[in-house]
């Protein structure tokens, strides 16, 4: 798989969406929005739409028609168009003005089909034909108020958000997670005794449930889009239980055995379980950057692999608390911004230092190109002196504007240098080098033992020690690392420990996280809970 071709892919895709943009009311879904963000820019959507004022919202059920003015409207979508999003297609355009109506779905027709339970050998025979399309675009009108008035059901395979050109995520499927171990159970409550599996080996896509099923589906249609716009013949390969299945339904896929027969290329495409090697997802041995910054900063609402960026130091207000939320955040993705996309790769392959010394180099040659009275500085980089150079841009609003990309990236990474959280992650990593060496040298009981006097309820708690969420993490890198081992008396003695004592931390807590909310028990008030 060639680098350029992902991006390029993306790009391409989006351009046909685009094109259909002109003046219209746009409505976007979150994974679309994360896709158009890495790969093109509202920018471009901007100049796709031409008109002078951009109206663009969020596809949800409470989002505002359009008025008399605005007669046009496109729904880009990265789901199915089934259930409640057709109702709230419906509820959107009952309340509008719209005359000419978009909607474009990242999901093909064939999926559509299995969605609606067409069997294969029909769907086989409606070859080059769009039913389902079809009868969506007469519902459209019939929801405008007037059968002559225009509708368009497009399929575009908005798959990928671009990270960089050797790296790209599937927003949309952020949430499809390989099965566990206890997942079997609930498989097999529902089969007869007879059927019933006993591992996760034995899980096949008989045994998954509709939902996930299309889910999967709806995952293979857009690799396989991928594959032809690439032009490759892929061959599948999977580690992990999960993964198998994925990689035999795309290898099954009735587009994907057509497609392969024409394809020039070849391809191997590898599918891994995460679940396999939950110590790199967890563990802070990782010497990058990019990885701190993520770890650390706010998360930019409606995305899952974008920042935050506190933009206050580059006006006039005070860099106080409440003024945060005065300014537009800025964030990692510079799609039309090149060398702030030059800066962007770079620390996605460097280790911290190199990072963090590329950052500097960059902000002395911009400043150095607008002429900005500069102090060059050797030897370490501080947080201190890339704030001083940043401020130089402050008061020159073509530079300002000239540089913003690459101003975002080093407030990224002066705000992560100065993060709380930072100066913690050494403290993470000497714990796990500790636990390592322990895990080898002692039972799993002893080290779970040292984990507990760590263990302690927020009025006991320093900034120095260790948050739920970061406990269970070390519990998660405990477990992950440690692997197979026996269970014994002594270990269940450990754990019931271990879990009384995050019990009592759980409800000594004013507010739990919105994460510790789902893993304990969503609805639940801790806080005037009774032990």
């Avoid at 109506?101 to 050998?121: D, E, I, K, Q, R």
Wanted: net charge negative; aromatic share 6%.
């Amino acid at each position: 798989m060639s680098a350029p071709g992902v991006l390029s892919f993306t790009q391409q895709v989006w351009e046909q969406v685009l094109a259909k943009m002109k003046r219209a009311l746009v409505y976007l879904d979150a994974a679309c929005a994360e896709s158009l963000h890495w790969g093109c820019g509202s920018t471009r959507l901007l100049e796709a739409v031409g008109s002078p004022a951009c109206h663009l919202r969020e596809f949800e059920p409470d989002a505002a028609g359009g008025g008399a003015e605005q007669p046009k409207a496109v729904f880009v979508l990265s789901c199915l168009l089934k259930g409640r999003t057709v109702e709230t297609l419906r509820d959107i355009i009952r309340r509008s003005h719209f005359q000419y109506c978009v909607v474009v779905t990242a999901v093909s027709h064939a999926v559509h089909l299995t969605a609606n339970h067409v069997p294969a050998a029909a769907a086989a025979e409606l070859e080059g034909q769009q039913p389902v399309f079809e009868q969506l675009e007469e519902k459209l009108c019939e929801w405008m108020g007037n059968l002559n008035y225009t509708a368009e059901v497009l399929h575009a395979p908005l798959l990928l958000a671009p990270v960089a050109p050797y790296l790209a995520l599937t927003p949309s499927f952020a949430s499809l997670f390989p099965l566990l171990p206890q997942d079997v159970h609930l498989l097999n409550s529902a089969r007869p005794d007879k059927r019933r599996m006993g591992s996760l080996a034995e899980v096949d896509a008989t045994a998954l449930t509709p939902e996930l099923l299309l889910q999967i589906r709806c995952l293979v249609s857009g690799l396989s889009s991928l594959c032809e716009h690439l032009g490759v013949r892929e061959e599948c390969f999977a580690v992990g239980s999960f993964s198998r299945i994925i990689a035999s339904d795309l290898a099954n896929y009735a587009p994907a055995k057509n497609r392969r027969k024409t394809a020039s290329g070849r391809a191997s495409v590898v599918f891994v379980d995460r679940t396999l090697d939950l110590t790199g997802a967890v563990g802070h041995h990782g010497d990058n950057l990019v990885e701190k910054i993520i770890s650390v900063l706010p998360q930019l609402p409606g995305h899952t692999n974008d920042v935050m960026v506190n933009m206050v130091e580059l006006t006039a207000l005070q860099a106080k608390e409440e003024n945060h939320n005065m300014v537009a955040p800025g964030c990692l993705a510079q799609s039309n911004d090149t060398a702030a996309k030059a800066l962007w790769e770079a620390l996605l392959s460097t280790k911290h230092k190199e990072a963090v010394m590329e950052v500097r180099r960059h902000l002395v040659e911009a400043a150095s190109r607008e002429n900005l009275p500069i102090k060059m500085s050797m030897g370490r980089v501080t947080p201190g002196q890339l704030t001083s150079y940043i401020q130089l841009f402050k008061n020159n609003h073509k530079a300002l504007m000239n540089h913003c990309g690459l101003l975002q990236l080093g407030l990224a990474t002066v705000q992560t240098l100065k993060h709380p959280q930072t100066a913690k992650w050494d403290n993470f990593l000497a714990f796990e080098r500790l636990l390592l060496q322990s895990i080898g040298e002692s039972a799993m009981s002893i080290v779970l033992n040292q984990l507990l006097p760590m263990i302690k309820p927020s009025n006991q708690r320093t900034s120095d020690d260790y948050s739920p969420e970061e406990l269970l993490i070390l519990l998660i890198y405990i477990y992950s690392v440690t692997g197979e081992f026996t269970v014994d008396k002594d270990l269940g003695e450990a754990e019931e420990k271990l879990k009384k004592a995050l019990a009592h931390v759980f409800c000594e807590e004013s507010e739990l996280s919105p994460l510790l909310q789902k893993i304990t028990a969503p609805g639940l008030n801790w806080p005037q809970m009774e032990w």
